[in-house]
């Protein structure tokens, strides 16, 4: 039995050039405390710069639900008011029952902005503390220029952590309606 240079043993790729019952010392495993913490500290300091922009877009998002709310109640007023000849001052008349009950973070409710029932406004108020903007949707009868009567409507913009804004109307010479107090989107 010859002990010398057998070769049938096979070496592992990084114990190479050794012999192959002395594989030398053992290679240090794990990371050290050290590395833990410079790790944690970069995981941190990416999650301080991340976090505001997350929450900016969550906010974005939840005021777009709201302006689509709005503009969906406005042309359901235009619709009810050709089918009419009057505005609605139930949100359960024209289906929106369910958004104060389904939508967490704002609501929404319907007033009437004169005795004649010539204008209403559909207003969304932040329910939370969020830092959310509050808007109010208008629909009135407005006269064009040939002097026939036609429905306008328009979104006013309330600023951030504000309830919605409370536009007011203003008569013109002509017939005409004007809204004041209205933050423009």
Same mark, same amino acid.
């Given at each position: 039995? =010859?002990?010398?240079?057998?070769?049938?043993?096979?070496?592992?790729?990084?114990?190479?050039?050794?012999?192959?019952?002395?594989?030398?010392?053992?290679?240090?495993?794990?990371?050290? &405390?050290?590395? &833990?913490?410079?790790?944690?500290?970069?995981?941190?300091? &990416?999650?301080?710069? =991340?976090?505001?922009?997350?929450?900016?877009?969550?906010?974005?998002?939840?005021?777009?639900?709201?302006?689509?709310?709005?503009?969906?109640?406005? #042309?359901?007023?235009?619709?009810?008011?050709? /089918?009419?000849?009057?505005?609605?001052?139930?949100?359960?008349?024209?289906?929106?029952?369910?958004?104060?009950?389904?939508?967490?973070?704002?609501?929404?409710? &319907? /007033?009437?902005?004169?005795?004649?029932?010539?204008?209403?406004?559909?207003?969304?108020?932040?329910?939370?503390?969020?830092?959310? #903007?509050?808007?109010?949707?208008?629909?009135?009868?407005?006269?064009?220029?040939?002097?026939?009567?036609?429905?306008?409507?328009?979104? %006013?913009?309330?600023?951030?952590?504000?309830?919605?804004?409370?536009?007011?109307?203003? /008569?013109?010479?002509?017939?005409?309606? /004007? =809204?004041?107090? %209205?933050?423009?989107?």
């Amino acid at each position: 039995m =010859v002990l010398g240079n057998y070769s049938g043993f096979k070496t592992l790729p990084w114990a190479r050039g050794r012999h192959p019952t002395f594989l030398g010392p053992r290679a240090p495993q794990g990371f050290t &405390l050290i590395e &833990l913490m410079v790790v944690i500290l970069v995981i941190g300091v &990416l999650a301080t710069m =991340v976090w505001p922009t997350i929450f900016h877009q969550i906010a974005k998002a939840r005021q777009a639900r709201a302006l689509t709310a709005i503009g969906t109640i406005n #042309r359901a007023q235009h619709d009810f008011f050709y /089918e009419r000849g009057r505005f609605s001052n139930d949100m359960a008349e024209l289906g929106f029952a369910y958004l104060s009950r389904d939508d967490k973070h704002y609501s929404y409710g &319907l /007033e009437a902005a004169d005795s004649q029932n010539k204008k209403i406004k559909v207003k969304a108020r932040p329910a939370t503390q969020d830092a959310l #903007r509050g808007y109010t949707g208008v629909v009135y009868v407005n006269q064009d220029s040939q002097g026939n009567r036609v429905l306008s409507s328009l979104v %006013c913009q309330g600023d951030v952590s504000q309830d919605a804004p409370d536009p007011q109307f203003k /008569e013109t010479g002509n017939g005409a309606v /004007e =809204v004041l107090g %209205c933050g423009s989107l």
